[in-house]
């Protein structure tokens, strides 16, 4: 089992910067893939980010290239994710999930995931 929670959510002006973290118990971290996903109210959750175990494979959703950074600190069973730039349509709950994943890769799917978060809201005003 491992357990996950996400922190760092809030209200934050367009244009503005947030660093959601994703704290893992449990079971050893190192050999998960996590993912960052959000869902918006009224509408289906999607990818936003994954990372590989290593950090050797990372993955984004275009709607977020070059504004979000997915990076992992596997001493403290932490994945963060950098957010800048944002705007309203970034304005979701965010969930971060972790699947077993010892051969280094990613995926874009909610099923490859076995761990999920609680979410943390991020509400971007305009």
């Known amino acids: 089992q491992v357990q996950l929670v996400e922190s760092g959510g809030g209200l934050v002006q367009e244009g503005g910067s947030l660093r959601l973290s994703c704290a893992a118990s449990?079971?050893?971290?190192?050999?998960?893939?996590t993912g960052w996903f959000r869902q918006a109210p009224g509408k289906e959750r999607e990818f936003v980010a994954a990372?590989?175990?290593?950090?050797?494979?990372?993955d984004y959703a275009d709607s977020v290239k070059g504004r979000f950074t997915i990076s992992r600190d596997n001493a403290k069973n932490t994945v963060y994710l950098q957010m800048n730039s944002l705007k309203p349509e970034d304005t979701a709950v965010y969930y971060c999930?972790?699947?077993?994943?010892?051969?280094?890769?990613?995926?874009?799917?909610?099923?490859?995931?076995?761990?999920w978060g609680q979410g943390t809201q991020v509400t971007v005003s305009s």
């Open positions: 449990g079971r050893t971290f190192s050999s998960y893939a």
């Open positions: 999930a972790t699947g077993w994943a010892p051969s280094g890769s990613v995926a874009r799917v909610d099923k490859f995931y076995d761990y």
């Open positions: 990372i590989s175990w290593s950090g050797g494979n990372i």
